[in-house]
């Protein structure tokens, strides 16, 4: 797929494959926030491998998250 090119090459960036632990942790972000499966995934993956900023341009991932994992920080990214 195009996109991931862009991901193995860019520096600064990881990604991760699914597993049990990120299951669960998605399961538990899900439970708690009421955020969609996809969105607990990404954020469960987060969570998991320890990263300190997830940019995304989902503006209600910051209110949601900060509650349940305040140790991750959010860059939004707006359309102009």
Same mark, same amino acid.
């Given at each position: 797929?195009?996109g991931?090119?862009?991901?193995?090459?860019?520096?600064?960036?990881?990604?991760?494959?699914?597993n049990?632990?990120v299951?669960r942790?998605a399961?538990?972000? /899900? !439970?708690? $926030?009421?955020?969609?499966? +996809?969105?607990?995934?990404? #954020?469960a993956?987060?969570?998991?491998?320890?990263?300190?900023?997830?940019?995304?341009?989902? /503006? !209600?991932? $910051?209110?949601?998250?900060? +509650?349940?994992?305040?140790? #991750?920080?959010?860059?939004?990214?707006?359309a102009?």
């Open positions: 797929a195009p991931e090119g862009f991901l193995r090459h860019s520096v600064g960036t990881r990604s991760r494959d699914g049990e632990e299951a942790e399961a538990r972000n /899900r !439970a708690a $926030t009421g955020l969609r499966m +996809p969105d607990a995934l990404v #954020i993956s987060a969570v998991i491998s320890g990263v300190e900023i997830v940019v995304s341009n989902e /503006r !209600a991932w $910051t209110d949601a998250v900060t +509650p349940i994992s305040p140790e #991750i920080r959010f860059c939004t990214l707006e102009r």
